[in-house]
């Protein structure tokens, strides 16, 4: 892993290449919006204390204090997923189980495209640039993690055509079928994907016991059976 680009909670980061052999790269602008992970990764993946550890070299403030350095570290993750309640629970449930656990790192972009939409005349070369979470396990395992709501498969159609007021969600299969694409180039490219729907989310209790039950079965899959 060279460069790991997540958190971002702002305007998208503007990046050059100042060595494209050693695929360098440089934050040019908005950088203040966005974290890089630039330290070796291990073959046990990346832990949460790993994060925690690299936080404190950022933030010497927190040297002193582990336990603050956890929280100011946890709250700017979660700064990144805004008022997402979907998601906030899936990071929060997975925070939960442990600090030797690898890190549920929200906001990455696995893919790139230094153009705006406007400047591609409002045509996306990319399906999707970031993806909302990643976890690297051990031995190099890779699992990206995608909440999806209904925006992913369906479009909100304007019922005033239909005589009623408001508006509904239609299927809508063009929306739909580029992300199934996306998934299954990740899958091949190493990654293991997974999707959870927001509907299983919309109860908080049962919501939080599904996620539980997904992560321990994950991680343990994986060998990692730690916990703090």
């Known amino acids: 892993m ?18 494209s052999i050693s695929n360098t790269i440089r934050i ?3 950088e203040q919006y966005c974290l890089v992970y630039d330290q070796p990764l291990e073959d046990r993946g990346l832990s949460w204390s790993d994060l925690v550890a690299w936080w404190v070299r950022q933030h010497p403030e927190h040297a002193d204090d582990p336990m603050s350095a ?6 700017r993750l979660r700064r990144s997923l805004s008022d997402n309640g979907a998601e906030l629970l899936v990071f929060d449930t997975r925070t939960e189980l442990g600090f030797d656990l690898p890190a ?12 705006s939409l406007t400047e591609l005349d409002g045509v996306s070369r ?6 909302d979470f990643l976890l690297l396990m051990n031995q190099r395992a890779r699992a990206v993690i995608e909440v999806d709501g209904i925006q992913h498969y369906a479009r ?11 508006s509904v969600w239609l299927a809508d299969p063009a929306r739909y079928a580029p992300m199934v694409v996306e998934d299954r180039q990740l899958t091949l490219q190493g990654y293991e994907v997974y999707l959870i729907g927001g509907h299983e989310l919309r109860d908080h209790a049962a919501g939080k016991a599904t996620l539980t039950d997904f992560f321990q079965r994950l991680l343990s899959r994986h060998g990692h059976d730690g916990s703090d």
């Open 156 to 166: 909100r159609v304007d019922t005033a055509t239909m005589q009623q007021p408001g």
């Open 70 to 75: 956890r929280v100011s570290l946890r709250e």
């Open 28 to 30: 040019v602008k908005n």
């Open 126 to 131: 990319l399906t999707r640039q970031r993806m």
């Open 104 to 115: 549920l790192v929200p906001q990455v972009y696995l893919h790139y495209d230094p153009y």
């Open 2 to 19: 060279k460069n790991l680009i997540f958190a971002v909670d702002g305007p998208k980061p503007q990046i050059v290449l100042p060595d």
